[in-house]
């Protein structure tokens, strides 16, 4: 099988995703919700279309040109992860467009939308089946991606350690103000913040605002957010949140769906964004600097940011993981 013809399988599979029917789409979604509460229809409408986006068979031709792919394919092990729908698709992708073989490690809570993903794939190009294996035990393989939290990739390095790999860590994004953003920007920003309710690694956990910032203007800006409180796991983890927060007498902001404290850490809690200021350019770029290795994304006007609000769910396919080239790495394997 040439390179053209997965390039042209991968093509039809965003054309698929695009021009979905809503009663095909109602379909797929209620059965990803079933097996995983936190995926919505909204949710996995979202994933959708951002795969479709990077599907774009002049796109595809032109990020595969960029790399000299290995002509003497691998088998590559994908631990997926399960955060957020289909996360682990651009793995996937790469593997398979790259001409290797992928042995899959499905995540358990996301199992329904990858295989159905998978078997419209093999729709598309039936000799992709011979390419793609999922096991309950990975064996027998050449080199690994794998996906998970700080915790799991612990475990991750020793068990694949010996092995060519990409292991990703935890990760998040952030966002930075200038003090000059217009309401349009804040709702578009909301959409970076409460998308797979905040569950993602492209998700903004964290805001840079200048000292003596007040917040008013971006609450009343996402007002149009709030419906997210009627979701029964985000609101147990809001209550959960402000409850800590009002027994340890830690000060906070609430406008009854978000919490917005001030902490230097940057991961936080589902239903909290934490805020750190800034006293001038200096001060903001050190900071950002101390956390390069744990973010995936800044978002805002600032020079410093390299997303635009409400883009940080729309990756483009060399908007990498961990920045990190994965066609470039399957292209290294000896």
């Known amino acids: 099988m040439k390179v053209e013809d997965r390039i042209a399988a991968f093509a039809s599979l965003g054309t698929f995703l695009s021009q979905l029917s809503e009663e095909q789409f109602q379909t797929i979604a209620e059965g990803a919700r079933l097996e995983n509460p936190w995926f919505t229809k909204d949710n996995v409408r979202m994933a959708f279309r951002g795969i479709s986006s990077m599907l774009r068979h002049s796109d595809l031709k032109n990020w595969v040109a960029q790399h000299q792919l290995s002509p003497s394919p691998k088998t590559i092990a994908l631990v997926m992860a399960g955060n957020i729908p289909l996360v682990g698709f651009h793995d996937l992708l790469a593997v398979l467009i790259s001409g290797n073989h992928a042995q899959l490690k499905l995540s358990s809570k996301d199992s329904f939308l990858t295989r159905f993903i998978i078997n419209k794939l093999i729709e598309f190009e039936p000799r992709l089946h ?45 966002a930075i103000f200038t003090g000059n953003e217009t309401e349009d920007d804040f709702e578009s920003l909301g959409t970076d913040i409460f998308s ?19 917040f008013d203007a971006f609450y009343r800006s996402i007002e149009i957010f709030q419906d997210i409180i009627n979701h029964h796991k985000y609101v147990n983890n809001y209550d959960y949140q402000k409850s800590i927060l009002l027994v340890n007498r830690v000060p ?69 993981a961990d920045n990190i080239d994965t066609l470039a790495f399957l292209s290294s394997l000896q």
């Open 252 to 320: 906070f902001f609430d406008n009854g769906f978000l919490i917005i404290q001030e902490n230097e850490k940057t991961v936080s809690p589902i239903s909290v964004i934490y805020f750190e200021q800034y006293q001038n350019e200096n001060d903001l770029k050190n900071k950002i600097t101390n956390i390069a290795d744990k973010t995936q994304c800044i978002v805002g006007h600032h020079a410093l940011a390299n997303v635009p609000f409400g883009q940080a769910q729309y990756p483009t396919l060399t908007d990498y």
């Open 196 to 214: 797979y309710f905040g569950l993602g690694c492209r998700n903004i956990s964290k805001l840079f605002v200048p000292a003596g910032y007040t």
């Open 130 to 174: 011979q390419h793609i294996h999922i096991a309950e035990r990975l064996q027998n393989f050449d080199a690994v991606i794998a996906t998970g939290s700080d915790n799991s990739s612990r475990y991750f390095e020793q068990y694949f350690g010996r092995y060519q790999n990409i292991i990703r860590k935890n990760r998040t994004s952030l």
